[in-house]
């Protein structure tokens, strides 16, 4: 149907709007129609402009290299103190001394991890972890050929010296290099690292004797010290020292040609103008600091973190794995399930990396804290009845219940309590004190290690086993709802995000976030 033409002010015909007229000739030419071209379709959101994986993965891997030690420094009393109690050792030790060699070295863990933290923010990420092999390696070398007990005493120590300086450093160090998409999973290796430190120690030591394990030991931080000297210093460090030109040879070198450099050094730089990081220089200015929301925030979330998972009973198993079986009346050998348990322990530590890419924080946290408290909770009521079939003389029945909830609460634990908290050191504090409280809150994960493991033996007198579990099992489950109100989701988030959140400068981490700027 066609238009009725109309005739404009200027005696010119006009048939219609413009979106129905046709084409028309002026000059006896056609005249040219030009269409809009098509919008392109639009990216995947996330992809554009990533660095190569690869590339970040090698400086991960490398860097959590140090990491294994702090297994290896928990496994190598389990098997060499049984070899030098013997009376067939060249060095016989006694009931006292075993109990120096294996506490010795989580008196030096703590102090290890509050002068990590400081050598971070002083002399760099990468130069921190370059020094942190030095006790670890002159610590197992000491070990290795030791011809007094007062020798290993003086290993012991310098291991876990460098045990606990190794922590912070790799996690924050890795998280400052890894893109949102990886930061998870790769800061999690730290976890794969110690899981896997001490089921090195578990073989090896089973097939050797006490002093070479040491001499092998000493192997893994030569290659971790070797290795750093090929990685750059992390972009965010050097920015905060006003060295942008080196910021940006890092970014290059861990990043590849893939990557939309320019934008991704300029966000930095722009984060570091709009909020003043400059390095801190007095101790006034790093007080000031510390005391700041967007620092005593996060350090509370992560403090009461590790609090809860530690007494979830998990380094209680751990440490006690074969009284535990013992007093499950589980009939299978004690030691076979003992290494079994740290196979499996590996293992999901590796899904969990993987899970952590994916689902993020806050569900691998409350699959933990469910998990935990219900196969706690399960063991606890078992006990009782052992108990109970104990004092009547009774055999003991269904004896695969206790083996399970054991292998289960592994499984879940790991999945969540034995990664998370680790992977968000390196996450939720501002640049500038990163380092120094990292390196307070492994101070403050270790002495939640060393409560639970030191009240195990009284609790286990004061409540007897089901008890002690039951107990274990009911503050995992209360902690699910302090997760709940107060973890925040840091998954796929940048940095700056992150201290953005905590500073108070955005609202949430969830989506759209509205910006309000701090006057």
Sequence with gaps: ????????????????????????????????????????????????????????IVAALIVNLGTINTGMAFGFSATALPQLKSGNSTMTITESEASWIASLSAVGTPIGCILSGYLMD????????????????????????????????????LVGLGSGMVGAPARVYTCEVSQPHLRGMLGAMASVGVSTGVLIQYIIGSATSWNILAGVSAIVPIISLLGMFVLPETPNYLLTQDKTEKAEKSLSKLRGST??????????????????????????????????????????????YFFIYQWCGVNTITFYA???????????????????????????????????RRCGRRPLTFVSSLGCGTAMVVLSVYLYYVQYWKDNNLPPQYSWIPVASIYLFMIFCTLGFLIVPWIMIGEVYPTQVRGIVGGLTTCVAHMSIFTVVKTFPLLKHSLNDYGTFGLYGALSLAGTAFFYVFLPETKGKTLQEIEDYFSGRIKSLSGKNTQTEIA
């Design 259 to 304: 990557c939309n450099l320019n934008d991704e050094i300029q966000k930095m730089i722009s984060f570091k103008e709009k909020n003043h990081v400059e390095p801190l220089k007095s101790t006034r200015e790093i007080v000031k600091a510390l005391l700041a929301p967007s620092t005593l925030k996060p350090f509370g979330i992560l403090a009461l």
């Design 1 to 56: 149907m066609c238009s009725m033409a109309s005739t404009s002010s200027h005696g010119v015909p006009y048939y219609g709007s413009l979106s129905d007229a046709k084409p028309f000739i002026k000059n006896g030419v056609k005249a040219t129609i030009t269409k809009t071209p098509e919008k392109p379709p639009k990216e995947k959101p996330g992809k554009e402009g990533r660095g190569k994986a690869f590339k970040q």
């Design 322 to 356: 074969v009284e535990v079986f013992e007093a499950s009346g589980a009939t299978l050998d004690k030691y076979s399930l003992t290494i079994s348990m740290g196979v499996l322990r590996v293992i999901f530590t590796v899904v969990g990396c993987i899970l952590c």
């Design 122 to 157: 002083n002399i760099g990420r990468r130069r921190t972890l370059i020094f942190t092999e030095v006790p670890l390696i002159i610590g197992w070398i000491i070990i290795s050929f030791a011809q007094n007990v007062v020798m290993i005493y003086i290993g012991r120590l």
